[in-house]
């Protein structure tokens, strides 16, 4: 036992960190085991579980003492890939620069409390709460390819996860997720491809007066085949994704330009001004009119 008294003494006028020492000597007294000093044993079991929270105690020293909007700043380096967190109520707590900019904020004050009904349309937030309530539940969101709309108009494949977020104790205080844009699709669905060729044809000609049977017809597959991949990947019928698009145009018309409505209207495929404006605000929450004087107050 005088082995290890002077071990302690050691360990308390070393200059090295105490968790070194004690790994250090930790391994000195399972050398003493092995070489036959069974007598030992308790002590090297007391060095072992000594070390253990040692090093634990490290461990929530070093976090205690980082700045974790730090840790929080490292997200903004990931490119095209949108980083949140919510509260149980699915107010955003947290957002990375991309996502600030998908959401139309020049900060993160402009998002921190507010929810999705703040910056999308009813339908797509109802969507992502709907999202978020699963995943307090217990039922997180894997990997999922979906399809969104970017702020540029632009459509994309994005790679969604979302996870209920745990306080220290173990209990679900909200969520927090990641959703990674993909250029290409990696996933060898012939589904998935062949409603990447409706979205091509979509993107060209969404101006125009599409029909779903062309739109089958140009997608090699029926009607009913067309629409129901669409139910599956994108949550909405062909229709209502056409539709869809051409007011994300016109919002970004509306932003950009000074185009009258009526003009704007005609050329995303409304010749109606008054059924654009409908859909506008039914989608949005308020007229392309409305939209225009919330532009110019701010």
């Known amino acids: 036992m005088i082995n290890t008294a002077l071990s302690w003494v050691q360990v308390k006028t070393s200059r090295e960190t105490p968790s070194v020492v004690l790994l250090r000597h930790l391994a ?98 109802r969507k992502f709460i709907a999202d978020d309530k699963k995943v307090l539940s217990g039922v997180p969101v894997r990997e999922r ?7 540029s108009g632009e459509i994309a494949w994005f790679e969604t996860s979302k996870y209920p977020l745990k306080s220290t104790d173990g209990k679900v205080i909200g969520t927090y997720g990641l959703s990674r844009r993909r250029d290409k699709v990696s996933i060898p669905l012939a589904a998935v491809q062949q409603l990447e060729v409706s979205l091509d044809y979509i993107r060209t000609n969404y101006a125009s007066d599409i029909e779903i049977s062309e739109l089958a017809r140009v997608s090699f597959v029926s009607i009913s085949t067309l629409e129901r991949r669409f139910r599956k990947y994108l949550n909405r019928s062909p229709k209502q994704f056409i539709n869809e698009i051409r007011l994300e145009q016109g919002r970004r018309l509306l932003r950009d330009t000074n185009e009258p409505i009526a003009s704007i209207a005609a050329s995303i495929g409304f010749p109606d001004p008054s059924y654009f404006a409908r859909l506008y605000s039914r989608w949005y929450g308020c007229s392309p009119t409305d939209f225009r004087h919330q532009l110019a107050n701010r």
């Not at 000093?37 to 929270?53: F, P, S, Y």
């Not at 390819?145 to 702020?151: M, P």
Request: proline residues 2%; negative net charge.
């Open 28 to 125: 000195l007294a399972e050398n003493l085991v092995s070489s036959g000093q069974n007598r030992q044993l308790l002590a090297v079991e007391g060095i072992r579980m000594t070390a253990d929270k040692v090093l634990h105690q490290t461990e929530k020293t070093f976090f205690s003492q980082t700045d974790f909007n730090q840790i929080l700043g490292a997200f903004d380096i990931l490119e095209r890939t949108l980083v949140w967190v919510k509260d149980i109520d699915s107010r955003i707590m947290f957002a990375n620069s991309f996502f600030i900019y998908q959401y139309g904020a020049s900060s993160l004050d402009q998002l921190i409390g507010k929810n999705d009904y703040d910056f999308l349309p009813p339908d797509m937030a």
């Open 145 to 151: 390819l979906e399809l969104n709309i970017q702020r």
